[in-house]
């Protein structure tokens, strides 16, 4: 058998000093009931330290700097407070039944949720201030958006490696207004969900990377409103099912990313799309399509029209009779949302 030496922390300290976490297995659970760690100094976490919240305790960042070089782990309904302290180095870890409690006004911070979390705000203004990058880790990490949020940083939706889906969700009163930046990551695959009421305000940009992004009816239909930039990457599919809606904005921009004639980013929905805006084609990898080339970027039933389309590019009737990315154009396809000139 072997022992191990365990460092509890079960009081609730005020940190105005500079505590330099060493240990590699230093916890604040509820031992002897929750406890609460408030940050106004300066947190250090050495890189073999790991400071483990959980228990319903709560680590409260009010002000100063938690450096986090080790780990910084919270669990089991504990919370982590961003106010006016900020993180640095590695992301803060918000484990299976950890809790973000964040606020625009917050500084500036790292965090990875992972597992099953919870994504809410009890500030004057909830939501992901900006400096900050919060992101929804993959291996089938799911979080819940609680309350009504804006996202002034940036927020992503997988990782660059690793494989299994990532879900953002939220009931129906909720809704995510995102003036930031928004990215689908592809990674090594699976599904990114976002299953939220989703508005992307006039400075946001929704990032869509992932060949398998979705906004269907796993948590009831949602709706997505952009009055942004709204951008569809070369391998990049936005699928709209099960009752949820796309609404393009009279401001919104579409920015669909070209790198061959089956390599283009594109808005599969399952209900119909009352086109408007402007449409923004962006040719990558020196792609020089010759003219009259369509590209079906928007595959719906569909109203309206783009009042603008960019870049050499006219545009057309959207058609759900439209081939899917990557199969083989019909003679006789109807006009896509984008045509070279």
Same mark, same amino acid.
């Given at each position: 058998?072997?022992? +191990?030496?365990?460092? !509890? ?7 105005? /000093? ?16 929750? $406890? ?15 400071? +483990?919240?959980?228990? =319903? ?5 009010? =002000? ?5 070089? /080790?780990? *910084? ?10 106010? #006016? ?33 919870? *994504? ?21 990490? %799911? ?25 953002? +969700? ?16 592809? =990674?090594?695959? #699976? ?22 992004? !979705?906004?269907?009816?796993?948590? #009831? ?31 919104? $921009?579409? %920015?669909?990313?070209?790198?061959? %004639? ?5 808005? !599969?929905?399952? &209900?119909?799309?009352?086109?408007? /805006? ?37 545009? #057309?009737?959207?058609?759900?009779? %439209?081939? !899917? ?6 003679? &006789? ?9």
């Amino acid at each position: 058998m072997s022992i +191990r030496s365990v460092k !509890r922390l079960p009081h609730s300290p005020v940190q105005r /000093g500079e505590p330099d976490i060493a240990s590699a297995d230093t916890r604040s659970d509820s031992a002897g009931g929750a $406890t609460t760690t408030t940050n106004n100094g300066t947190f250090v976490l050495g890189s073999a330290g790991v400071y +483990r919240v959980n228990g =319903g305790s709560v680590f409260a960042n009010n =002000g100063g700097a938690v450096s986090n070089s /080790g780990t *910084l782990a919270v669990s089991g309904g504990s919370t982590f407070i961003q106010r #006016g302290g900020t993180t640095s180095a590695n992301p803060v870890a918000i484990a299976d039944g950890g809790i973000l409690d964040d606020d625009t006004s917050a500084a500036a911070g790292r965090f990875l949720l992972v597992d099953s979390t919870t *994504l809410t705000g009890t500030g004057p203004i909830p939501g992901v201030a900006a400096n900050q990058i919060v992101t929804v880790d993959r291996g089938n990490a %799911e979080t819940n958006l609680a309350v009504n949020m804006a996202n002034n940083g940036v927020i992503n939706l997988g990782a660059p490696t690793g494989a299994g889906y990532s879900l953002l +969700r939220g009931p129906a009163a909720v809704t995510l207004n995102n003036n930031g930046q928004l990215n689908t990551v592809q =990674g090594d695959g #699976g599904p990114r969900y976002l299953r939220v009421n989703l508005t992307n305000g006039p400075s946001g940009t929704v990032n869509i990377a992932s060949a398998d992004t !979705r906004s269907d009816s796993g948590e #009831g239909a949602t709706t997505t409103t952009n009055n942004g930039t709204f951008v569809l990457q070369s391998a990049g599919v936005y699928r709209v099912s099960g009752g949820s809606v796309f609404v393009p904005g009279t401001t919104g $921009t579409m %920015e669909f990313h070209l790198a061959g %004639e089956f390599a283009f980013g594109q808005l !599969r929905a399952d &209900n119909a799309v009352n086109v408007d /805006g402007t449409a923004d084609p962006v040719l990558e990898n020196d792609f020089d399509p010759s003219p009259g080339t369509r590209f079906p970027v928007i595959v719906a039933g569909h109203a309206g029209s783009f009042s603008d389309v960019l870049n050499g590019f006219t545009g #057309g009737a959207p058609s759900p009779s %439209e081939p !899917r990315k990557g199969a083989s154009p019909k003679a &006789n396809t109807p006009p896509s949302a984008a045509t070279s000139q």
